[in-house]
Structure formats: structure tokens, C-alpha cells
């Protein structure tokens, strides 16, 4: 995820979400993210809504920043973006309710499918793979 944060306002890039159930599970996200990380959510890029900063170097020694914690309610699924990948957790997903995978995102139709406990503790340990921990 190679973008910059910027100064756009993260409630009226929300607002504008036209898809109802994608707008009203990233109010649900907005809260949930701000309550794991303690950070306050900032756009990163024109569509995704990341909480926290960190570092990374690639062994290639392509390097960046991006956000600790992160989503995007995009047209087809909201997609939550973790850290260091999906596959360290198969009994978390297993839990979790519907959804479909990549490599690091994670994409729900509904956030009323989904047990947000077990997401809960997925955004946590994705977070908290890249940070100090929480800073609340």
C-alpha cells in the first residue's frame, strides 16, 4: 500500500460512500480502529482510511510508509488491510464469518455476517505487528 496520507477529511469521504451497507460498516470500522489503536484515522490516499504510521523496508530495499491499520470501503467489499498477512491466522478466520482473502487484505460484504470480536483481534495483532502496541 504505497500512498501518502493527506489533509482530506476522513468523516466527508465517508459521508460520500454511495453504497449504504459499505458507508454504514465503515462508521462501524471507523469506531472499531480508533478503539483498538487509540490513533485518530486519517486518509491515506484518495480512498483509505488508516490509523497509525509505520516504516517498512523491503529486501529489495524499496522502502515507505504506511498505515498501521487501515480500510477502504470500495464498491464490491469493504477491504481491511492487515499486517504481516492472513495466513498466520486460520483459526481466526475460520471464526470470523464470511469473507474472502489476499495476500494482506481481508474483504466483507457485511459487517453484520461477521463476528467483530474475532475481527477485533485480528486488526489488534495486525496492528500490533508493526507498532509499539496499542497507545490507549
Given at each position: ?64 510508509d504506511a498505515p498501521a491499520a487501515a480500510f477502504s470501503p470500495r ?28 495476500l494482506t487484505c481481508l474483504y466483507l460484504k ?27
Amino acid at each position: 500500500m504505497a500512498t501518502e496520507f493527506t489533509d482530506a477529511s476522513v468523516h466527508e469521504f465517508i459521508d460520500r460512500v454511495a453504497h449504504p451497507v459499505r458507508r454504514r460498516d465503515a462508521e462501524t470500522l471507523l469506531a472499531l480502529f480508533s478503539r483498538i489503536t487509540g490513533e485518530q484515522p486519517r486518509m491515506w490516499g484518495p480512498t483509505i482510511v488508516g490509523f497509525g504510521e509505520y516504516h517498512y523496508v523491503y529486501d529489495s530495499g524499496r522502502e515507505g510508509d504506511a498505515p498501521a491499520a487501515a480500510f477502504s470501503p470500495r464498491k464490491g467489499a469493504t477491504t481491511v488491510y492487515l499486517n504481516p498477512g492472513l495466513t498466520e491466522h486460520p483459526e481466526l478466520l475460520e471464526r470470523l464469518g464470511p469473507h474472502t482473502t489476499g495476500l494482506t487484505c481481508l474483504y466483507l460484504k457485511d459487517l453484520a455476517d461477521i463476528d467483530l470480536d474475532v475481527l477485533s483481534e485480528l486488526v489488534l495483532e495486525s496492528y500490533e505487528s508493526v507498532t509499539e502496541g496499542p497507545t490507549g
